[in-house]
């Protein structure tokens, strides 16, 4: 197991995948070596936090304004 600094790019990238549930067990192991857990909970925040927004977004253009 390397123990190579994770990237953000590679932080985005699990927590999309952790979201969808197709996390591979590699990516999952090496997520979880590493030191700090702060990286993926904000991350995970703001991406629910999106979602929220664009889903409230297409909600608000499909219904008809009164």
């Known amino acids: 197991m390397s123990s190579e600094k994770t ?3 590679d932080i985005v990238k ?3 995948a952790a979201l969808l ?3 591979s067990d590699e990516n999952r192991q090496r ?5 700090s857990m702060w990286p993926y ?11 929220v927004l664009v889903l409230i ?9 009164q």
């Open 7 to 9: 990237t953000w790019w």
């Open 41 to 51: 909970i904000i991350t995970g925040i703001v991406a629910v936090v999106l979602f």
């Open 21 to 23: 549930g197709v996390q």
């Open 14 to 16: 699990s927590v999309f």
């Open 31 to 35: 997520d979880f070596s590493q030191t």
């Open 57 to 65: 977004v297409i909600v608000s253009f499909i219904t008809p304004a």
